[in-house]
């Protein structure tokens, strides 16, 4: 039993470690621009962590990584790779909100919810396509959702800027042209921010800092998962399929019902990516709505190892990076692409040392049993 | 005459068996040496000791007349040693020029000198008389000149030495014919040739002398002019030492498992199965005896629906099951051990408890509303661990971590603990030590008493013929003949597993 703790104990500090090791790589690179590899980090910690808001912003930045990691989590735990997050979240959140400016005159009890329905609605039609197309014809789903992707960019620039833009715009003095965006959202369909509800512990959020309901809703939908893998039929379905198809099948488990109700899954989450955005920050969707939180969320799922409260803190630690980033860039004018190379750092050495701890892991359990058997 | 390779006294133990016990043998130089053998003989063992991928426990090798150490498998080329693989390891998209100079390439400075390779392999392919276009595209070529390309490859390297690995076993009747030319041509100029196989036929035909190995151990080595194909049989076999079982006498039911002219074709459209007809009753154990590769596994597979009849039918308790899934066929009653547990009767990275449930994690007794009783999966496996005496640290260890033994208990207690109908198990002692394997067989024959219809596939023809209260023997994926286990010699057997015509054997 003392052998289990320590097994598990191992198992946490692996990604405690490829971050201290993806640090002190990257002290490197910073030494290179010369600067103080101590002061980055001190002002990266001091400037996200010294101040309420700040922190709020660290879980503002977080929450949409939430949701993408839990959705590229599902398609990894099956075996599949779900690189179309990004396409699905950016048709999630049109569809989002076409329902948000569209319908008027719900009281938000309902629109609300229907908007979020319908995101996660979008998300699943995107991701039927790709699953579809695998389980009746073998398409490799790497090689369709990284087609859907330029597919979707495409299509959304095509809907905002064309068929559904918001042609009511008034312009400053009948000058220039109305921005390529869609109309605002009703107020009915925005989510409400986490500032009311803190305020009753005595934490007062200032108004430029967006963090809202989608947090606590990232949150529980992690817990939620985890309870769908790990305590029902179909999780362990999902699991089974996704360790060893072949057993699977032999078990009487069909691994392409699996596939196609565990990606319909996997595109519903990433249908709420974009949500926590569009309906608190923006109001409205433009060409500058945010990309690229699709690709961030494989990061997150590989480093949080597929485990949905693993990834809870793993986008909390990129929330935590990309203010830390603005951070050393405001202060020490060191530029920000200083964080993204910590963070591709931070990814290798997650695979390299999840690797190791793992072969490790193993030889030990093995080792236990000869020790049994003798 | 010059002994190409002697060996002396070789060893190698696995966990639990001893794959080559004390193996003595001389190849004389340019002789072609066949090994023959039942599977599980010793015979792979043997040769992945001769081409450096195994280390003998024991013993001594000589190469030539001189001791050696084979290492590793570079070690085996630089001794002129070549190996030719049942499976071939070609790179598809690469010419045949290409692949036989992959990683021994002649260069000019740092560019490849093409033209100095393609003289070269040229001048292999005249002196043997060889047949190959070299700018052909290995995907583009046949089965047989694939084998050719694998051969070269050897000879390229400067090969004295072929070892051949079952090389007539992917191969059509007029390549076998080709592949013996070439062989005589080797031969002719100088080669030594290992070749490794179970036809004997082509043993008889191809081989100046025949060393017969069983159970690990060398059973004789004869020379083909002075035996029979039946005297081969019987040494291959030996005498079935019939392990005592503590057998309830026979008292069987109703017709469960029925099978009807079943043809099963691979993608290609080959039979594998080639219009089987059995019927199997309640408590009664039914062996299938064979060599591997006859169509058992195929068999076994399209019971269980993981592979369809092209042809025939299959009842399970009366009810066609043609139309059913695997999950509705097993609901049915049919439980499952299969042959290649890794692959597909566990998943390993899973813990003890969740490979329990698989297959049965929707009963109800497992669940709890709709989500999992994890309580009642829990206690169900330690009651099996304990039943079985299944050795494990704990029931949360990933079961990768236990013995192919234990792994093999938990499969048992997952399949033969919810009162199957019908049991299909496929090799279910292959690489189980003798206890785990005599713990196999006994909650077989347990179930047995209890009235289940056994389907019991084996390539141990002792094994098969001690637990079955009938047998079959497949061959070529039809059963060639069918007795009670107390009305046959071993001979008969022997004979009817290689290919035998009924009568050859005078089966009662």
């Known amino acids: 039993m003392k052998k289990g703790f320590y097994i598990a104990l191992l198992r946490i500090l692996a990604p405690v470690l490829a971050i201290v090791l993806s640090a002190l790589i990257s002290s490197i690179v910073i030494l290179s621009i010369g600067k103080s590899p101590l002061q980055v980090f001190y002002t990266m910690f001091k400037f996200s962590l010294s101040r309420m808001d700040s922190v709020a912003i660290i879980l503002y930045n977080a929450t949409p990584l939430i949701f993408s990691g839990l959705a590229v989590s599902v398609g990894f735990r099956m075996g599949l790779f779900n690189i179309g997050v990004e396409g699905q979240y950016l048709i999630g959140a049109f569809f989002a909100a076409l329902a948000g400016f569209s319908i008027k005159g719900l009281p938000a009890a309902i629109h609300l919810p229907l908007v979020i329905l319908c995101g996660a609605v979008g998300g699943m039609l995107w991701a039927f396509i790709p699953i579809f197309l695998k389980v009746k014809r073998g398409v490799h789903e790497v090689i369709s959702t990284i087609m859907l992707n330029y597919i979707s960019y495409s299509l959304i620039h095509y809907l905002i800027a064309d068929l559904f833009i918001d042609r009511s715009q008034k312009l400053i003095q009948g000058l220039g042209s109305i921005l390529a965006r869609t109309p605002k959202l009703s107020p009915s369909a925005m989510m409400p921010k986490l500032h009311g509800f803190l305020g009753l512990f005595g934490l007062q959020l200032p108004r430029h800092v967006y963090l809202n309901w989608f947090f606590p809703l990232g949150i529980l939908t992690a817990a939620l998962i985890y309870y769908l893998l790990m305590y029902t039929p179909f999780g362990f379905e999902l699991r089974a399929v996704g360790q060893n198809r072949e057993a699977a099948r032999t078990a009487g488990i069909s691994p392409e019902r699996v596939y196609i109700i565990g990606f319909l899954l996997s595109g519903a989450l990433a249908g709420l990516v974009g949500l926590s955005d569009l309906l608190s920050y923006f109001g409205y969707m433009d060409m500058d709505f945010p990309r690229n939180y699709g690709f961030d969320g494989i990061a997150v799922a590989l480093i949080a190892q597929n485990n949905p409260f693993g990834i809870i803190f793993s986008a909390i630690l990129f929330g935590f990076l990309k203010r830390g980033a603005e951070g050393i860039q405001t202060l020490l004018g060191v530029p920000r692409e200083t964080i993204s190379i910590l963070q591709a750092l931070m990814i290798m050495s997650i695979v390299v040392i999840t690797k190791i701890m793992n072969d490790y892991i193993k030889r030990l359990e093995k080792k236990e049993e000869v020790r049994l058997c003798s | ?508």
């Open chain 2, 1 to 508: 005459m010059e002994k190409a390779v002697v060996l002396k006294g070789i060893t190698k133990r696995f966990p639990g068996i001893v794959a080559n016990d004390r193996i003595d043998l001389e190849v004389e130089k340019g002789e072609i040496h066949a090994i023959v053998g039942e599977n599980g003989a010793g015979k792979s063992t043997l040769m992945k000791i001769l081409a450096g991928i195994y280390q003998p426990d024991e013993g001594e090798i000589y190469i030539f007349g001189k001791r050696e150490k084979i290492n590793s498998p570079g070690r085996a080329i630089e001794l002129k040693i070549g190996m030719v693989h049942q499976h071939f390891m070609l790179v598809d998209r690469f010419t045949v020029l290409e692949n036989i100079i992959l990683g021994a390439e002649k260069s000019s400075g740092i560019a490849l000198d093409e033209k100095r390779c393609r003289k070269a392999v040229e001048e292999l392919l005249a002196l043997y008389n060889f047949s190959l276009n070299l700018d052909a595209r290995v995907e583009e070529i046949s089965v047989g000149q694939a084998q050719r390309v694998e051969i070269l490859k050897v000879l390229y390297r400067g090969a004295d030495i072929l070892v051949l690995d079952e090389p007539t076993a992917v191969l059509a009747p007029q390549e076998v014919r080709e592949l013996f030319n070439n062989l005589r041509r080797l031969k002719s100029e100088g080669k030594t040739i290992i070749f490794i196989s179970h036809k004997l036929e082509e043993v008889l035909e191809i081989a100046d002398r025949i060393t017969v190995l069983r159970r690990g151990k060398v059973e004789g080595t004869a020379i083909p002019s002075q035996v029979t194909k039946e005297d081969l049989a019987r040494m291959m076999v030996g005498k079935p030492v019939m392990m005592r079982f503590d057998k309830e006498p026979l008292d069987v039911g109703e017709v469960l498992l029925s099978i009807e002219d079943l043809v099963v074709k691979e993608s290609s459209g080959r039979p594998l199965v080639n219009g089987v007809s059995l019927k199997i009753r309640g408590g009664e154990i039914y062996g299938i005896a064979g060599i591997e590769g006859n169509g058992q596994k195929e068999l076994a597979e399209a019971i269980i629906g993981l592979r369809t009849a092209s042809a025939g039918r299959i009842r399970i308790c009366g009810r066609d099951i043609a139309d059913l899934s695997i999950k509705e066929i097993r609901d049915l009653g049919v439980a499952f051990i299969p042959e290649d547990r890794h692959r597909q009767g566990l998943v390993l990275p899973m813990k003890v408890w969740e490979n329990m449930m698989l297959g049965y994690h929707t009963k109800k007794d497992f669940l709890k509303g709709r989500s999992l009783n994890l309580k009642a999966i829990r206690g169900f496996t330690k009651n099996k661990v304990e039943e079985y005496g299944v050795r494990l640290s704990s029931i949360e260890q990933p079961i990768e971590g236990l013995s192919g033994g234990n792994q093999q208990k938990v499969i048992l207690g997952r399949e033969l603990s919810r009162g199957p109908k019908v049991i299909v198990a496929s090799q279910p002692t292959r690489g189980l030590d003798v206890g785990a394997a005599e713990f196999v067989h006994k909650e077989l024959l347990k179930m047995r008493k209890k009235g289940s219809a056994i389907l019991f596939i084996s390539a141990d023809l002792e094994e098969v013929l001690s637990i079955s209260d009938r047998v079959g023997v497949i061959y070529n994926g039809k059963i060639t003949a069918e007795f009670r286990p107390e009305e046959v010699t071993p001979e008969d057997i022997g004979v009817y597993m290689l290919g035998g015509e009924k009568g050859a054997g005078e089966a009662k």
